[in-house]
DNA sequence: CTGTTAGCGCTTTCAT
DNA sequence: ATGAAAGCGCTAACAG
């Protein structure tokens, strides 16, 4: 900052003009590399450096009408899915020169709507949203109008905006394969604990009843609402319930860390007696013990490529194209 | 948008101001809750109707130098204490109107330094630094420099710049509350395994060697950089390398929890051969079988705190003053 | 290669 | 209560 007559001036580019004995088009040539004459690119240099000047992001923005900020929408950051989402698209997009606006949701219609309109109003570059369940904002034609031509892309749940792209990961033939995983280990009594009833959720609930039908087996699904406690609760019901379990599945790690202690406390041999399969892969399996066997569901990989979809649209690449990736059934101990 | 001559014309306050009969001025009034007559107001809020105008925050920031947008530092959004600050700090803050823009870091030098910069060229209202890692930045005078008449919040370590206010949880307090629980329990020959060495960590393990001190007992301490497996890796070793064993103090949940699995596959009995205190008190703690009694260093309550002083100070409250905070341990079954 | 000028969409005097 | 006009800091023709 300038002091001038006492108040505080801001450093801008005809500061830098002045000192530099130029013009303000030279100085914002030489910001963006077009060709500058080497001699008043020092003065220039010199000037910058003398004022420890910043170019202000926010007016030219509002010329170019690109703020280089992208808004990533999650559910619940606390959530080690989304934090490992967050981690890899900011990773990307502030490696190409991007700014991540994360927006935690909770998956609720209203916050969603604030959070585009928060987007809009700053005019993000973009939007990425992450997980099955902003698909239902599909439902509501009023959020979709105002996205339309906005590039977008998503993680298992495509909108139907004109510049939207998706990256899936095929949640329902992960947990299928690791459903017949158990039965080909010989596993009958296979019980499954879900939790929340987005569209994946629901996904992977029909890869375990599909694994069951096609031996005749007979799947019993548990519900739960709460991410911590949820497959602790579940497993304890379903031991008490239950006369035959040799199994359980869930559809987030995390269920499965509770369900591993609910047997444990039980003395259920984890494993042994009963094996539990999780979902996510996250580092959290290796730290339970035994060690969650879990569908690795390419979180990294999946962000990633959301982050250089996006990318690819804002430079105006062509030949986009949706993706699909297919899970990996991580064995472990506990399975 | 709307379409004229084929090309995309962004609706402004001039399509409002046209359609409403009136000038851009008042519906800049109108915008910002001044006085306008309800009769004009009526018009208004239908041309802002008909054309689902969104209010331009870019143009608005550059004239009002005021972004409502925080910038929140972190080292590394996928470890649970940071997801939890920038959950927790992203809720207050959106609920006053606030956008929050997270960084990590990975607690680089070079990366902050980016940030920093990025923060500054988009005109951030303010800046909060979580976790004690960047009290290093008080080494870079450029960079204090930079903010220098920026807000600044941080927690667990203070910036030397004109406006910072900080929040302090008191670790080492913590830990040797934790270590005197173990002492007074009868444990021995407890041991430390420090995760990282930034000014927390230190903290933590003179917490630890303090209370020691004062019982003639010998501190041991570990160190590991690896932050899921360090736990794990770090308790294998000192039951290969240590005589005596009876308690194992860390200065994260995750250590903790790497430390009771090396201890369950060694066969030792968490909670009775050998006790285990973690630090965080996380949603996690329930989740590992013994659950896992650990230190609660309040982040949910230090966050708030953190974006409510944020939010004080761009208010212009005065009488703002940092803050420190006491920690408490949270018995569970693993101690 | 460089300077002049006209906006980008908004707020904010200053008149009326 | 309202309108006209200036200006926030920058980019992008345009002319040289």
Redesign the interface.
Known sequence: ?LKEKGV?MAVTIYTIAKEANTSISTVSRYLNNKNVRPQTKIRIEKAIEKY?F??????K??VTKS?K?IAVLVV???L?HY??A??FI??EL?QKGY??????TSGELEVCK?YV??A????VDGIIFVGSIFAKLNEHQDII??ID?LPCVTTNGRLNTSRCYSIDVDDQNGIYNATKYLIEKGRRNIKYIQYSDNLSASNKVKGYTRALDEHNLKPVIYQTNDI??G??LETLKLIENEEQLDAIITGED?TS??A??AL??KNILVGKECDVIGFNSS??C????P?LTAVDNKIEEASKKAAHIMIDILEGKDNLSSLKLQPELKIRESA
């Not at 910043?54 to 007016?59: G, L, R, S, V, Y």
């Open positions: 900052m505080n420890h910043q170019p202000n992001a926010i007016a923005g509002l703020t900020n619940d950051i606390r080690p934090a490992n967050a981690y900011d990773r502030s700014r991540t606006i994360i927006c935690n604030k309109d928060s809009l109003q700053i005019n109008d105002k031509d911590f406690n497959g602790y995390i860390m509770g591993i202690r444990l406390e580092d959290y290796q730290l339970s013990f060690a």
